[in-house]
């Protein structure tokens, strides 16, 4: 079993930045991918970012590509989510989630663990 806890999440006005953090307790996650993925009110939970067990290979989702950076530290179990430039439509619930596999998946049903979330609130 593992527990996430995310935390980071707030109010921040539009073209401001917030770092997410998730920490892993429970079996060790250094050989499992990690991801985010949030959710908006009414909306699926989307993929935002992934980073391979050995932090050598990460993907985004388009909507976020070149401003946000997933990264990790394997010898504190736990994995970061840097958000730049920040828009109205990054509002939403963040999760941190663990992957049974290596690689960086996008895809959510390969993610056996989730965080309770931080809510990440962009102002005008």
């Known amino acids: 079993q593992v527990q996430l806890v995310e935390s980071g999440g707030g109010l921040v006005q539009v073209g401001g930045s917030l770092k997410l953090s998730c920490a892993a307790s429970g079996r060790t996650v250094r050989v499992s991918a990690m991801a985010w993925f949030r959710q908006a009110p009414g909306n699926e939970r989307d993929f935002v970012a992934a980073i391979r067990w050995n932090g050598r290979s990460t993907n985004y989702g388009d909507s976020v590509n070149g401003r946000f950076t997933i990264a990790r530290d394997n010898a504190h179990n736990m994995v970061y989510l840097h958000t730049n430039s920040l828009k109205l439509e990054d509002t939403a619930v963040y999760y941190c989630?663990?992957?049974?596999?290596?690689?960086?998946?996008?895809?959510?049903?390969?993610?056996?663990?989730w965080g309770l979330g931080a809510q990440v609130t962009v102002s005008s």
């Open positions: 989630a663990v992957s049974r596999l290596r690689g960086a998946s996008w895809q959510k049903d390969s993610y056996d663990y």
